[in-house]
């Protein structure tokens, strides 16, 4: 029997911004590029802002202090952006 566990989480290396993305390193190579509009805080933050990011744990997150957002790569990994973007149900 086979598992889709992962024997070794996936971890970020790197981060960069282009003009209207956010893209990860990996540890294993592959980089992900996911819409900077995904993270409202990021697209209003300055560049000097955004260079202000620290890693969580050893690379499964991205944390801006100064910006209060916190990014896992498993949930860039699953294609989900920030909550602030999802609708609110209706009451």
């Given at each position: 029997?086979?598992?889709?566990?992962?024997?070794?989480?996936?971890?970020?290396?790197?981060?960069?911004?282009?003009?209207?993305?956010?893209?990860?390193?990996?540890?294993?190579?592959?980089?992900?590029?996911?819409?900077?509009?995904?993270?409202?805080?990021?697209?209003?933050?300055?560049?000097?802002?955004?260079?202000?990011?620290?890693?969580?744990?050893?690379?499964?997150?991205?944390?801006?202090?100064?910006?209060?957002?916190?990014?896992s790569v498993l949930g860039l990994l699953e294609g989900r952006p920030?909550?602030?973007?999802?609708?609110?149900?209706?009451?």
């Open positions: 029997m086979s598992s889709l566990a992962l024997e070794f989480p996936p971890h970020a290396v790197a981060l960069r911004f282009t003009g209207d993305s956010l893209v990860v390193t990996l540890h294993d190579g592959r980089e992900l590029s996911v819409p900077l509009a995904w993270f409202p805080r990021l697209v209003h933050a300055t560049p000097d802002q955004l260079t202000q990011f620290e890693w969580l744990g050893m690379g499964e997150g991205i944390h801006w202090p100064v910006l209060d957002e916190d990014i920030s909550t602030e973007l999802r609708p609110t149900p209706n009451p």
